[in-house]
């Protein structure tokens, strides 16, 4: 597979709800047999209270550029053939896609590998902030660090 991003690849910062099923559609090809995808969502929750909605705002340049860098890496560490990264900015309200990310491969195991690189490196790099606003008043949001993996159960080899 080549190791930048195609023509092909979909990157959007966006103002209005995301298409999903449009997303989607656009990476399936007949050469691939999988499409690993990720859909972000505000929850009614964050830390043990009520979230209202939540704003996104985004150095929107700078964004997009490292939403390519991503594509780019994941092309070149995964054998996938399409890459879609997708995020909105302004209010969103709970319920609301707030990130979405669509990969197909050949093979299944490449698209979730890329998929979970895709937004474990995007929650990191990628210059995005959410505002949390709750009934007593409104926070701007860390970043997520990814979980540790899982230890292997005590005697597997």
Known sequence: MSNTITERDV???LNAPIDIAATVSEVRTERDGAIVTFDGFVRHESHGRQTLYLEYEAYE???LAKM???GGLIHERFAVDKVAILHRLGRLEIGETSVFIAISAPHRAAAFEACRFAIDTLKR???IWKKEYFADGA???DGELPPAPPS???GAS
């Open 11 to 13: 990157f959007a910062l």
């Open 61 to 63: 340049s700078m964004a």
């Open 68 to 70: 390519k860098e991503i």
């Open 125 to 127: 790099t990628v210059p």
């Open 139 to 141: 926070v701007w949001a």
């Open 152 to 154: 292997a159960p005590q």
